[in-house]
């Protein structure tokens, strides 16, 4: 008997939660994106993964289906199918989580595909979009962090003094430009996957008290959001400049939010597993929102 806590539809954890949490509470489970390039590793959850999340990097090189270089882009899409391919294996995975391209990718490590291009992406998108369908697996895209660790950024640098003009950022981090990706690839199997903890490292780009209202944003089209990445973050204290993925109910979110996610007609992961106590605690937080 399915338990859905409230929600509409069945929820999932991490694979890493293992196999015996997993099925001793009736739920589904997500690859992470750091599982991607060995999911040979979870033979023994054949099936009980319902979605994978796709590779986001290869031996630290960030992928870049947005490339000019018609080089790089083709075999950042190839990785991408490869993958598609592997889920065959796994009976049950329906959803497949994509994280967009970079922007701009200024690492060291980053030899090739550090710039990308809005239409380049968008032709990427429905490309893969079109090659999931075939093989029976809904495309959804995860809005993406604000990355301040991955910049560098101290703490005692204010949000208004950072230029992230020349920084690492992808696209489909604000809400706005997330919905719109969307709507220009245009596919029916390309729906919206909405990350709060991401939302969260966002919304710290702009002052507290405008934050609540970057934050509900995220929730403007409803409709198009088909897959939750559901966790809590530190909306006002200097901690939530990091994808924290707290457990729900241990941030400073706001309850409005975690409620509107809790009526979505949407699929749930909740994205962290710490350990069982800290779940049944979540969950009953769930349960009465
Ligand atoms: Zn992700
Ligand atoms: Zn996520």
Redesign the pocket.
């Known amino acids: 008997m399915q338990n859905n806590f409230g929600t509409k539809n069945p929820i999932s954890i991490p694979a890493k939660a293992g196999e015996k949490i997993i099925q001793k509470y009736h739920f589904g489970s997500e690859s992470g994106?750091a599982d991607a390039e060995n999911l040979d590793s979870f033979k023994n959850l054949k099936n009980l993964l319902t979605s994978a999340?796709a590779p986001q990097d290869i031996d630290g090189i960030r992928l870049n289906i947005a490339s000019e270089s018609k080089r790089f882009r083709d075999y950042s899409i190839s990785v991408i199918k490869k993958f598609i391919d592997s889920l065959m294996f796994f009976p049950n995975i329906r959803k497949m989580?994509m994280h967009f391209p970079p922007k701009r990718w200024v690492k060291a490590t980053q030899h090739e595909g550090n710039m990308g291009k809005y239409s380049i992406m968008i032709d990427s998108i429905f490309n893969i979009g079109s090659y999931a369908d075939d093989h029976d697996i809904k495309l959804v895209l995860?809005n993406l962090n604000s990355y301040w660790w991955d910049n560098e950024i101290p703490d005692d640098i204010h949000f208004d003094d950072v230029d992230w003009g020349s920084k690492n950022e992808a696209f489909g981090m604000s809400p706005e430009e997330w919905i719109q990706i969307c709507e220009d690839v245009n596919h029916a199997n390309v729906k919206l996957?909405l990350?709060s903890?991401?939302v969260c490292t966002y919304a710290h780009r702009f002052s507290s008290e405008k934050r609540e209202e970057r934050v509900m944003s995220f929730l403007s089209r409803p409709e198009l959001i088909d897959h939750v990445?559901w966790s809590d973050n530190y909306l006002y204290d200097l901690k939530g400049r990091r994808d924290s993925h707290l457990l729900v109910g241990d941030g400073s979110l706001p309850r409005n939010l975690h409620q509107k996610i809790k009526n979505l007609d949407a699929t749930i992961l909740l994205?962290h597993y710490y350990d069982e106590s800290g779940l049944i605690k979540e969950l009953d937080f769930i349960e009465k929102l």
């Open positions: 994106v999340h989580n995860e996957c990350d903890s991401h990445h994205e």
